[in-house]
């Protein structure tokens, strides 16, 4: 006995999907539609970045002390080497050079920690991404959190520091807060660029290191790029005061820092700053969003 013909018969799957509503499984979202998706997870990206930053150093005897002790111990180091041996303080007071180069060390290392742990996001991760269904974007986001929050915890410190080397509490500390929301939104764009591409090719992360520390080098955050380059060319230090990092660090030594007035700065900064972190934000959302489907896969 043969079955009665069904109203389907001769449909494509596509066709079919489409009568019956059907999608396929982990397909891409639209853009404003993943955005959605992304807001609607806020608590748990807040949950998580909030477990990996005590997670992180739950071994360790001192614990959440090292997230201050390591950019400290940093500028110790560079202070050695470079402030003393080297003279990269030239030009500047010592109470405003050693203010100045652990504000380089702390704001640089959120930049830092943001693109190495971006980089690890989705292959650090797989079998979460692999096993749960939501916007991948979220794992990114909640490391460039993560080390906002370290960073906020580690400011204590820098203020004291300020404070230590005569540089009290004033009206420009306000412009800490949008230095950091620009930042952080530059860092987040950041992130996910380097999720993605990490994603797909593990090895990035053993190169990072290199790359991050040539920048941090050309960033001027142990000496003052116009003065360590005033004879050279005034093209090279354009460049490297132009470089997003070398912006943040400037305007938070700006912000906190007497004696740090706004010749050291380049000008229209805070338009260049606004323009770094819309420009990496925007672009690495969507550069990221444009491979949601593949990651986990292969």
């Known amino acids: 006995m043969t079955a009665p013909p069904s109203p389907d018969d001769g449909l494509s799957p596509a066709e079919l999907a489409a009568k019956y509503g059907l ?11 993943y955005v959605r998706q992304l807001w609607g997870r806020r608590h748990f990206i807040l949950a998580f970045s909030q477990a990996k930053l005590t997670a992180q150093y739950s071994q360790a005897k001192l ?29 500047m007071e010592r109470e405003v050079y050693i203010p100045f180069l652990v504000t380089g060390v702390f704001v640089f290392t959120f930049t830092q920690s943001s693109v190495m742990a971006g980089v690890r996001a989705i ?3 797989l079998g979460l991404v692999r096993a749960l269904h939501f916007p991948r974007a979220s794992l990114p986001v909640s490391f460039s959190l993560q080390q906002l929050q370290q960073l906020l915890f580690s400011m204590i410190v820098l203020f004291v520091v300020a404070v230590g080397f005569g540089s009290y509490p004033r009206l420009s500390w306000l412009l800490i807060l949008p230095v950091l929301v620009l930042q952080f939104l ?9 999720a993605r591409l990490g994603s797909k090719t593990p090895d990035l992360a053993q190169l990072m290191p290199f790359v991050m520390r040539t920048w941090m080098y050309a960033s001027g955050v142990m000496f003052s790029i116009p003065v ?9 230090a354009d460049i490297l005061q132009w470089n997003p ?22 000008p229209h900064v805070w338009a260049v700053a606004a323009g770094w972190a819309a420009l990496v934000a925007v672009g690495g959302f969507v550069y990221f969003w444009k491979a949601e489907e593949r990651y986990g896969r292969g």
């Open 228 to 236: 360590m380059l005033k004879e050279h060319p005034a093209w090279i």
């Open 63 to 91: 614990g959440q002390l090292w997230q201050v002790a390591t950019p400290l111990l940093n500028a110790l180091v560079y202070f050695l080497i470079f402030g003393l041996i080297l003279k990269a303080d030239r030009g």
């Open 123 to 125: 292959s650090g991760n």
């Open 23 to 33: 999608s396929v499984s982990g397909a891409r979202p639209g853009l404003i539609e």
């Open 186 to 194: 530059f860092n987040t764009g950041l992130a996910l660029i380097m």
């Open 245 to 266: 990092a070398a912006i943040y660090m400037d305007l938070m030594r700006f912000a906190l820092i007497d004696g740090y007035g706004s010749e050291n700065l380049p």
